[in-house]
């Protein structure tokens, strides 16, 4: 059994553990980001969803664009992006994208987005526009994408793969069990036929889990056994922090030695890269993950 600390002792939101605290955003390279967004009418996951890494990570001058506007069309108990009705597509948005790819002088760009479930590709068409706009106008950056299940929509799916990003990360986010609570619109099935075809397709893939959700140590394991058998190339383990009272709360802290064992676990399983640790995220440290465009991951 791994150490955990069990965290829903208390009515009230639980104090951190040390391994957790993190310090608030400031400093030269954070600002120069902030209102290079901002400038561009742009939005990132960063904020958006309240990531915990956001100082270290703009410092180091990368961030994670989010696409498809702010407002996401599913009701996930993790995440703090804004549920609703989405506005129109706005097409100019790619090149505004790939205009703050070349001006921050990138060399990894991750691109996600909300959920558009009430479009019939799913928003995949502009998802792939900002794929090719980055390739086109700053071709020396390597571009991750995290994408969406698309509702299990081959078709979706294809018109990224085609667009040919670097690595193609769809995140699992929990186990099956929690899928209800957790992803209630999702499908565990759904993320790995996306990683199935992803990888069909001669792509890197990538997936992360959230974990101190309530899922046992085994059904970690039996999820990272289903995506090694999938042959994905890199894989992120990270702590869930509830980001506001409104959403699901935390019911354990996992150690950072639990971390640690399941990284190594994951790397005895066949995963090329394992980001493990209690403030990873799926796009922490992502442009560590692979080497250099002539990268030797087997697609």
Known sequence: MLNILPATDSPTRPRRPEWLKVRIPSGEGYNEIKQLVQSHGL???CEEARCP???ECWERRTATFM????????SCGFCAVKTGRPSVLDWDEPRRVADAVLKMALRHAVITSVNRDELQDGGSLLFAETIRQIQKNAPRCRVEVLIPD???NPDSLQNIIDARPDILNHNTETVPRLYKTVRPQGNYQWS???LRMAKSCGMVTKTGLMLGLGESETEV???????AELQVNILT???YLQPTKGHLPVRQFVTPQAFNSYREQGLNMGFQHVESGP???SSYHADSHVPGRDHSFRA
């Open 192 to 194: 790995l036929d996306v």
């Open 67 to 74: 696409i498809l506007g702010d407002v996401c069309t599913r």
């Open 53 to 55: 890494n956001i100082a």
């Open 221 to 227: 394991l039996d999820v990272m056994h289903d995506l």
């Open 279 to 281: 403030l990873v995220r």
């Open 237 to 239: 383990l990270g702590q």
């Open 150 to 152: 698309f509702k299990g």
């Open 43 to 45: 939005h990132t996951v």
